[in-house]
């Protein structure tokens, strides 16, 4: 999902979630160089690469404002580019955590790529278990080969070890990360202060606590019943809610079953609104905002007969790729939603709407730092229309689905009240009828998951979804 909502409804009929969904047009120099350039043609140092690597991730996402898109580093060998995708990881992740540390042997931070070193590098020493000595080095060779960032070779060098000497005890990314740090300090302020207004100041933290944590991967099988031989073949847990979960984070196509398409990417929590729609063997259902199609295999695997619409292309052809992969069928239309025309009303309709995506910045700590909060009315905006849309295309006691993956009640429990007036009647539901993990039930009968839920197995991305039907 995305919070770009110019131009004509450019969200209508699409979801962005993040950097597994889109792709920006950003580009950097050949041979891995990264940010800033070159300055000189000598052999790159080991551990090097990795560091430019991360170096590109980090400026495209903080001075560029681009997506945290590993396509910018694909010329790297697979295991430098996760070294530089986990770095850069942990940069955006605790990101003021790093700038306060910094800021006690740097008053003046310097531009470009300098200060990006300097982030990487704090990471490392303070995060990441790197050697002191060898975090130093690689950081002082990069700025070195960096013409932007030559000239502060020296004090990086000088600020790392100061940063090594003064290392706060105790401080592990693994558990969290920051130590004994306020969780609403290590957030960009508007996103604290809209989760204190909206959940409190208890919960807010819970939420910035499991923020700093790197999720693992869930996957969907295609077949439910396949969820235990499964969990054995891929070493998973399997999830009272028949999601897999992996025990560690390994590459996704070189797992058994990816070529087969027994299974595919889905967060536990986002695999859940589907399920509202109660049973959709042999029903018409409409997926709108479709890609890049994860509920509208969902769907298909249930046996419904699938009409999948979103607006852009490029994602439908993603979409339809999924499909080929698990042998899947739907009927894939790329339209604006609001110029679409349906032939006939749909039993059901799933509406994953276009939303700040806030629930999943777990998976992609770069949103905090890319989301400009003032779209946020202009989303909200939008979500209203395509309810009404959306409920234009049921049959008389057609049921549909609203869902969003943001933790802003602006985006959930606040637009109950846009879809009464588009004449649907909220229909509330129970754990126990749709399978749910009894938690993320709230109190008017409406799913609501946030990352804080259920730590014990790992948490869950925020989602909020409302089931209604039409009279």
Not at 163 to 173: F, G, M, N, T
């Amino acid at each position: 999902m995305s919070g770009d909502t110019s131009g004509r409804r450019p969200d209508a009929g699409r979801r962005r979630r993040g950097p597994s969904d889109g792709r920006d047009a950003g580009r950097r120099g050949k041979g891995g160089r990264g940010a800033g350039g070159q300055s000189g043609k000598r052999a790159e140092a080991p551990g090097v690469a990795a560091r430019r690597g991360a170096l590109t991730l980090v400026t495209g996402v903080l001075e560029r404002g681009h997506l945290m898109d590993e396509g910018k580093i694909a010329d790297l060998d697979p295991a430098v580019r996760a070294e530089a995708h986990g770095l850069a990881d942990l940069v955006l992740r605790h990101l003021p955590m790093l700038d306060d540390r910094l800021s006690a042997f740097v008053q003046d931070p310097p531009p470009g790529p300098g200060r990006q070193i300097l982030r990487i590098l704090a990471a490392e020493i303070d995060l990441a278990g790197t050697a002191d000595h060898a975090a130093v080095d690689t950081a002082v060779r990069l700025a070195q080969s960096i013409q932007q960032a030559v000239r502060l070779s020296g004090l990086i060098n000088a600020v790392g070890r100061r940063l090594a000497a003064s290392r706060a005890p105790a401080v592990d990314a693994g558990s969290g990360g920051g130590g004994a740090r306020d969780p609403l300090s290590d957030a960009p302020r508007w996103l604290s202060d809209r989760l204190v207004e909206d959940w409190g100041a208890e919960t807010a933290r819970a939420i910035l606590t499991a923020h700093r944590l790197q999720p693992a991967h869930d996957l969907t099988p295609r077949n439910a019943g396949d969820g235990e031989l499964l969990a054995e073949e891929l070493d998973a847990m399997l999830l009272p809610s028949g999601t897999l979960r992996l025990r560690n984070r390994p590459k996704i196509s070189g797992l058994p079953g990816y070529r087969a398409g027994a299974w595919w990417v889905q967060d536990a929590a986002a695999a859940l609104p589907m399920r509202l729609l109660g049973d959709v063997a042999g029903k018409r259902v409409l997926d709108l905002c479709a890609a890049p199609g994860a509920k509208t295999m969902q769907l298909a695997a249930a046996g419904a007969q699938v009409t999948a619409l979103d607006i852009s292309e490029k994602r439908m052809g993603r979409l339809r790729e999924n499909l080929e992969r698990t042998g899947l069928a739907a009927d894939c239309v790329v339209a604006d939603a609001f110029d679409w025309v349906a032939h006939a009303p749909f039993d059901a309709v799933l509406l994953d709407a276009p939303c700040s995506a806030t629930g999943t910045i777990r998976r992609h700590p770069d949103l905090p730092h890319r989301f400009d909060p003032a779209s946020l009315d202009a989303l909200t905006a939008l979500q209203a229309a395509l309810i009404g849309k959306a409920a234009s295309w049921l049959r008389p006691g057609g049921v549909m689905v609203y869902a969003t993956c943001s933790l802003f009640r602006a985006e959930g429990e606040a637009q109950i009240a846009t879809a009464l007036e588009a004449g649907l009647h909220a229909t509330p539901i129970s754990a126990d009828l749709y399978d749910l993990p009894p938690v993320a039930v709230d109190a008017e009968g409406h799913l609501r998951t946030l990352p804080s839920m259920l730590p014990e197995i790992g948490g869950l991305d925020g989602f909020f979804a409302a089931r209604f039907h039409r009279t």
